[in-house]
T-cell receptor, first 116, second 108 residues
Framework: KAGVTQTPRYLIKTRGQQVTLSCSPI?????VSWYQQTPGQGLQFLFE???????NKGNFPGRFSGRQFSNSRSEMNVSTLELGDSALYLC???????????????FGPGTRLTVL | GIQVEQSPPDLILQEGANSTLRCNFS?????LQWFHQNPWGQLINLFY???GTKQNGRLSATTVATERYSLLYISSSQTTDSGVYFC??????????FGTGTSLTVIP
């Protein structure tokens, strides 16, 4: 099976712009989660989507949003970019059954966003 | 949220040496994974181990859920083992809490 893919891999934006990142999960996986990694804050959970519904949300401002499509692909959007949004954004997919039990998560290669 | 502490923060080993990385967590969990982050940033799965012991080649891991800690053992270390090792835990859905990692450098 192909792994989790993320596009684009690198992105440079300026303050005030918006950006959309894409994640394609492993075939058959229905849960997609997003994480932000920065040198200062480490790895932090953004949100999780399952069957096109947001299931969990981390402590991030409303400028960070996401969605999931019927084929389980997910996008996250950051509006009004700030310098502090420069980070590696990682996407993870897991099978996650409807019973809600946790599963092994598989991470993609990430999108490295630089805000100038 | 769950607090996750990893130790040591940095580790330098001679090739061939053994090491033990520790992960302590502040609450009961039903999901625990160990990852190795490669130089390009990708998190590589090592173990899914919410409890018990597992082994995979030179790596093994043990989680004692009742005492809220997990250990990752690396035996006969190689230069390719260098990188950052993360412990991640969760108890609600697929929301992970990550530790700050152990940066391992293996010198030839």
């Amino acid at each position: 099976k192909a792994g989790v893919t993320q596009t684009p891999r690198y992105l440079i934006k300026t303050r005030g712009q918006q950006v959309t990142l894409s994640c394609s999960p492993i075939s058959g996986h229905r849960s997609v989660s997003w994480y932000q990694q920065t040198p200062g804050q480490g790895l932090q959970f953004l949100f999780e989507y399952f069957s096109e519904t947001q299931r969990n949300k981390g402590n991030f401002p409303g400028r960070f949003s996401g969605r999931q499509f019927s084929n389980s692909r997910s996008e996250m959007n950051v509006s009004t970019l700030e310098l502090g949004d420069s980070a590696l954004y990682l996407c993870a997919s897991s099978p996650r059954t409807s019973g809600g039990f946790t599963d092994t998560q598989y991470f993609g290669p990430g999108t490295r966003l630089t805000v100038l | 949220g769950i607090q996750v502490e990893q130790s040591p923060p940095d580790l330098i080993l001679q090739e061939g040496a053994n090491s033990t990385l520790r992960c302590n967590f502040s609450d009961s969990v039903n999901n625990l994974q160990w990852f190795h982050q490669n130089p390009w940033g990708q998190l590589i799965n090592l173990f899914y181990i919410p409890s018990g012991t597992k082994q995979n080649g030179r790596l093994s891991a043990t989680t004692v859920a009742t005492e809220r800690y997990s250990l990752l053992y690396i035996s006969s270390s190689q230069t390719t083992d260098s990188g950052v090792y993360f412990c991640a835990v969760g108890n609600t859905g697929n929301q992970f809490y990550f530790g700050t990692g152990t940066s391992l450098t293996v010198i030839p």
